[in-house]
């Protein structure tokens, strides 16, 4: 299963970069990235399309290590942190080295006003500004938690930090999606093109990869 954690060197503006390095050859995801946003009511099943929409539970979210915040999606990293030179001299720069990653989430609800799909985010590349990042000297329930999961402090000083999707963000999926019956009856007759009763779902696969570009924060 692939997971893709944009350590701390890969800002937003280097996303596309990223994403086109770990999952698809580069020309096909700079075509994606650059393609229009297609209405979800609109996207063709089997097919590449680009989705853009609010993010919303489905039946259940989860609490992230850090912040102990509700949300579908976490990315937690703690860091090995040292001070460098910066480039010429000058003031110094904090380096981080990745040391732990924690990745979870549960499918959860893209909308946009044509519609909804579910997306399944297990495997899925994503692009994710950091929401919150602490010290070990800033956090004693930090320092907790890495002493629990026994990760030793190595006579260095750690950071930590998170990266979510909670309810209410906005996100686009970049993938392939299929069709399943759509158990919500109050679902309008007629919102996709094969009738009443159906909905897309985005998953990853090898084959296939799923990404996830955070809008709301970027």
């Known amino acids: 299963m692939l997971l893709l954690l944009i350590g701390t060197a890969v800002v937003v503006g280097g996303g596309a970069y990223a994403i086109a390095r770990m999952t698809r050859q580069p020309e096909e995801v700079r075509r994606l ?12 099943e089997a097919t590449d399309v680009k989705i853009e929409g609010t993010v919303e539970a489905l039946d259940e979210t ?10 579908v999606y976490f990315e937690h990293v703690v860091e090995q942190v040292s001070d460098a030179g910066a480039p010429g ?4 720069a904090m380096v981080g080295v990745p040391i732990h990653r924690a990745v979870d989430g549960r499918p959860f609800i893209v909308r946009d006003t044509s519609g909804y799909a579910i997306v399944d985010p297990a495997g899925a590349a994503t692009l994710l500004r950091i ?3 602490i010290t070990e000297e800033q956090s004693a329930a930090g320092v907790f938690f890495r002493r629990w999961m026994g990760i030793a402090a190595m006579g260095t000083r750690h950071a930590e930090q998170e990266r979510l999707l909670v309810p209410g963000d906005r996100v686009l999926v970049i993938g392939r999606a299929v069709r399943e019956p759509d158990p919500d009856v109050k679902t309008v007759a007629g919102m996709y093109r094969d009738g009443a009763g159906m909905r897309l ?3 990853h696969s090898p084959r296939f990869p799923l990404q996830l570009v955070d809008e709301s924060k970027g």
């Open 89 to 92: 001299g000058g003031t110094t």
């Open 201 to 203: 779902r985005f998953t």
């Open 131 to 133: 929401d919150h990042r």
């Open 62 to 71: 989860i609490e992230s290590p850090l912040t102990a915040t509700r949300c």
């Open 33 to 44: 990235l650059e393609a229009s946003v297609v209405p979800i009511a609109q996207a063709i």
